[in-house]
Nanobody, 120 residues
């Protein structure tokens, strides 16, 4: 059993910053990859940023240069630093993890979602 707890969402003005955090806990042997998705009303969920155990990082084109993903392996935590926020960044942001459980089988889990609102 694995749980993901997200925090850090909120309301900011355009040009402001937020940092999202996601902590994974439970029966985890290892984490293969962690990432952040977002979904705005009427739109499909899209991958914003991801980071693998090997250190490979990818970003959605529209957030490159503004967002930074990082992880703390010892704490099973992934962060998303969001700078220069734009109204089009407003969405519910979901943490996603790809793990090997304590039984050495592969599982994927989603966080509960964090609301990010950007005012203009």
């Amino acid at each position: 059993q694995v749980q993901l707890v997200e925090s850090g969402g909120g309301l900011v003005q355009a040009g402001g910053s937020l940092r999202l955090s996601c902590v994974a806990s439970g029966s985890i042997f290892s984490i293969n990859a962690m990432g952040w998705y977002r979904q705005a009303p009427g739109r499909q969920r899209e991958l914003v940023a991801s980071i693998t155990t090997s250190g490979s990082i990818n970003y959605l084109d529209s957030v490159k240069g503004r967002f930074t993903i990082s992880r703390d392996n010892a704490k099973n935590t992934v962060y998303l630093q969001m700078n220069s926020l734009k109204p089009e960044d407003a969405a519910v942001y979901y943490c996603h993890v790809d793990i090997l459980g304590g039984n050495r089988r592969r599982y994927a889990y989603w966080g509960q979602g964090a609301q990010v609102t950007v005012s203009s």
